[in-house]
């Protein structure tokens, strides 16, 4: 017993005062060759790195980010627009390997997903995309819609995004409703974003 209580001081003693520490960047041209360590503040326990490739007017842009995280799971979400791949981990400086891209091979599974006229746009899911979701949210004072594919991994996690009211996912084929929302275009890829980088 005495052995077990003195490996625990221990323990406390080598982890106290310890901050986790991740690597940093945000890379809007598809790189993060220049990353920064950074130490992280309280309440961030995880190191997260992920890569988006936004589909806007025929043409791909790759973005990738690091950062801390209060919490994060690894998988991946689309929304048609945009694709973002997650890698997640807990362990000083473990996020420098970049996430990897997005998978593009489709798995069987369709979702509804939005544009700038509808949500009624049928999304072929690939990876280990295995759910559909949908959220609500506002920006500038007007309410719109998110739909598309994630990973239950992401489904299940706790976590919580910056105006994100409500947020729902379903495991059926076209199970997100397809119903005609008024869109902001540009929410659609700030809903993508700040999932990423605004925890």
Known sequence: MDLQISAFLLFLLFTAGHSLSCYECSGLLGSCASQNVKTCPSGRSKCMSSTTVVNVVGSGTKVKAKDCIADCVSGSMNIGVGKTSFACCNTDRCNFQDAPDPSIVPNGKMCYSCDDKSCSNILKCSGSEDRCF?????????????????????????????DIQEASCCSGNLCNGAQSVSQSFLFLCCSLLSFILLH
Request: glycine letters at 14%; a positive charge; charged letters at 20%.
């Open 134 to 162: 949908k959220a609500s949210g506002t920006l500038g004072g007007q309410s719109t819609v998110v739909k598309g594919c994630v990973s239950k991994s992401i489904c299940d996690a706790e976590t919580s995004v910056r």
